[in-house]
């Protein structure tokens, strides 16, 4: 995680030498505008690379569940940055739209986004790596920025290709495109952050895989009560266990043991917390409460 902040930080740094050079020579506000982007783009990954940094931490006496919610202000962080940009972004591009100006050393400008779509895909499949290895917020979202910057890139060329056919109009036009695809990208980021900051349970399918390699389990006759959530890497599973009445405390201990072991494999970054219920109990409880239904 910590080296895919690092190359997230050198990729966007060469793109902005890259891209200030383009945008001098060319004048484009499409250009201006991919500029920015790779801009506030080493800003977010400075901030998230101390995010992550600080997420790594182990837990401490002050933080006993860790520090994996620092990912998501990472993200939170990253959103409010793209946010800004974009409508920086919006009024210059409606400025020159009204006022344009003629587009120089196009050439210039196409390379240097061929050679900013190469360099972003590179460090998009390392990002890739990491993510399914980890499953990091905070590269997901990092991850998914530098996605809409490949289109970014491309909407850029086409901008100047286009002026150099005479129609310069169309750069300030797909300057606000990019900044619309900009926002966009800022509110995906941001559900996903405000989402584990409020410990928003896993997805249906998550929880129904952790309902069945629990029932699968021997001697397990039930479980009620899941629940989960997610900060940074770590991933916190709590269920009630459903045990026969006549079982050991030694024994049902064991067995709650092998559950949690059944679900660490299949989440290997997890924190599972397991209740021993008698199925008794359980049975009776939902008894009192189909009669509390019926009267």
Known sequence: MRLATYASTATAII???TKLVAWLWTDSVSMLATLIDSTLDVAASLF??????HALSPADHEHRFGHGKAEALSGLGQATFIAGSAGFLV??????????????????????????????????????HVIRKTGSTAIKADALHYRTDVLVNASVIAALLLAAYGWSGFDSLFAIAIAVFILYSAWQISQSAIADLMDHELPDDERLQIRNIVLSCKHVKGMHDLRTRRA?????????LELDDELTLHRAHALSDRVEAKIRKAYPDSEVIIHEDPASLTESAKDFDEDAQVS
């Open 15 to 17: 793109l902005i030498a």
């Open 48 to 53: 998230n690379l101390l995010a992550v940094r």
């Open 91 to 128: 009024l210059e591009a409606i400025s020159r739209f009204f006022h344009p100006q003629p587009i120089g050393v196009i050439n210039v400008g196409i390379g240097v986004m061929v050679f900013s779509i190469i360099a972003t895909l590179l460090l998009l499949a390392f990002q890739g």
């Open 232 to 240: 940074g890497t770590t991933t916190f599973i709590q269920l009630h």
